[in-house]
């Protein structure tokens, strides 16, 4: 009788094959006992889907990309059948990703201290469930909020995979893929619930057909779409660019968020001021088709009502400038008291992600329990710790400035620069947001984030390749 012997290869990948048997058996028992076989069944059809990263990482990179489209533009209270499917092959693969390096490649992805911020940021993180544990927060509203920071490591597969400039500009093919998609189902959203349901003006911006997501990806492709435009050579690809910067503003306008309308002029201005004579006609060229479109679009819409709507989105946007005197405002100051105070009661450990607020709202006077704490710095002090919380912004703080060393190396290589300003944009856009909103938390953030310090490594590779010729 013959022995089986373990070749160094078997043994490689014997231990992930017992760990994948263990997970299947122990889905399949969880999923038998809450009764969601259904869910159960959509997470293995997707497995097929994660194989890819073995077999082909990029293509395994271009599904996830294009799996982002459904998560962005699709909200569910509870876990939709998409949630399970995006689960398996986005935050499974990632997890495979850094096994197959860390412990079968033994090969390390670490480039800089911004790399190591965030890995140690995930690494002490469990410590973080044990404090929402003890919180009294639900461990699985724990976990589903935690792996939407998860989202943020996508960048290492594709700042690894994708290093050439036809292969990124395919990879950014895709992201506008996904961002059209998430501007076309928010505009469509927008027409038939919003318009269809409105009696008055105010109830524009009022009803629940009014998306306030995805604003991080709207600024971002509009402002990349622009730049790129900028230098592209082909008619096509121009065209394109423009249809897509044109639908995100449409996109970003419906959304109601004066902090990204804000945003986006400012950036609007600094990329005028920054470009020469010859990109300046290009870009009031670009700017007066998209007015035109805009005002063509809305008067399209709203037929001989579309002078309330502009009124109205003025309104919104100068109501931005009121300062104290803008009820929201009153309600943010007694929201941020509790918080602080909070913070303050246990500033190293943190009250644990998906940890609830509650405080006395002077507006509609009553108490009120929420997730959403309506600024990003305050909130991942909340959550998380003092100690936590400046490691994980520091990784931002690296690439922030990273980026604005590389716009000033690249200045005499313009293949590069509308990529490394692109980059900057969406960081200086994520770091605005958070002035309103905890927008680390949200999908469209990480995704964004994802993609801006992805194209930072790109840059940066193909600069110093260039340097070295």
């Not at 009014?210 to 402002?223: E, L």
């Not at 590389?406 to 960081?427: G, M, N």
Request: charged share 15%; net charge positive.
């Amino acid at each position: 009788m013959s022995t089986i012997e373990l070749t160094r290869g078997t043994k490689t990948f014997l231990f992930p094959a017992i760990l994948l048997e263990i997970l299947f058996l122990s889905s399949l028992a969880f999923a038998s006992f809450k009764e969601y076989e259904l869910y159960f069944l959509i997470g293995i059809i997707s497995i097929p889907f994660l194989l890819l990263f073995f077999y082909e990482p990029k293509i395994w990179v271009y599904v996830s990309i294009l799996m982002f489209a459904p998560i962005l533009a699709l909200r569910d209270e509870g876990v939709s059948p998409i949630e399970i499917a995006f689960s398996v092959v986005v935050i499974l693969g990632l997890v495979i990703y850094f096994f197959y390096k860390f412990f079968i490649e033994k090969k390390s992805i670490v480039e800089n201290y911004g790399d190591l911020f965030i890995l140690l940021f995930f690494v002490f993180l469990p410590f973080n469930g044990l404090v929402a544990y003890l919180n009294d927060v639900d461990l699985f509203y724990w976990l589903r909020e935690v792996l939407i920071l998860f989202l943020i490591l996508l960048y290492f597969p594709i700042r690894e995979y994708f290093t050439d400039l036809k292969d990124f500009n395919r990879l950014l093919f895709f992201v506008m893929i996904v961002s059209l998609a998430c501007s076309i189902y928010i505009i469509v959203t927008y027409k038939e619930s919003t318009l269809v349901l409105a009696n008055y003006a105010y109830e524009l911006f009022g009803l629940a057909g009014t998306k306030k997501v995805n604003h991080i990806v709207f600024v971002g492709t509009y402002f990349t779409a622009l730049l790129l435009a900028q230098n592209s050579k082909k008619l096509p690809v121009t065209l394109l660019l423009f249809f897509s910067a044109f639908l995100s503003l449409v996109a970003l306008i419906i959304t109601v968020s004066r902090t990204f309308w804000i945003a986006t002029i400012l950036g609007t201005i600094v990329l005028f001021i920054y470009f020469n004579w010859k990109e300046r006609i290009k870009l009031i060229v670009f700017y007066f088709l998209i007015l035109s479109l805009f005002v063509g679009f809305a008067y399209f819409t709203f037929h001989e009502n579309y002078r309330v709507v502009t009124k109205l989105i003025e309104y919104r946007f100068f109501s931005s400038l009121k300062g104290k005197q803008d009820r929201s405002l009153q309600s943010r100051f007694a929201e941020y008291n509790y918080v602080l105070n909070a913070i303050a009661e246990h500033p190293l450990s943190g009250n644990g992600f998906a940890k609830k607020i509650r405080f006395r709202d002077p507006i509609f006077v009553r108490t009120l329990t929420s997730h959403n704490i309506h600024n990003g710095f305050t909130s991942i002090l909340y959550r998380a710790g003092i100690p936590l919380a400046i490691i994980y912004v520091s990784f931002f703080v690296f690439y922030f400035f990273k980026v604005i060393k590389l716009i000033k190396a690249t200045k005499h290589r313009h293949y590069l620069q509308p990529y490394a300003i692109s980059a900057f944009v969406i960081l200086l856009t994520m770091f605005i947001g958070q002035f309103t909103f905890q927008q680390y938390l949200a999908r469209d953030f990480n995704f964004a984030g994802a993609i801006a310090i992805a194209m930072i490594g790109f840059v940066e590779r193909n600069y110093n390749v260039a340097k070295k010729l």
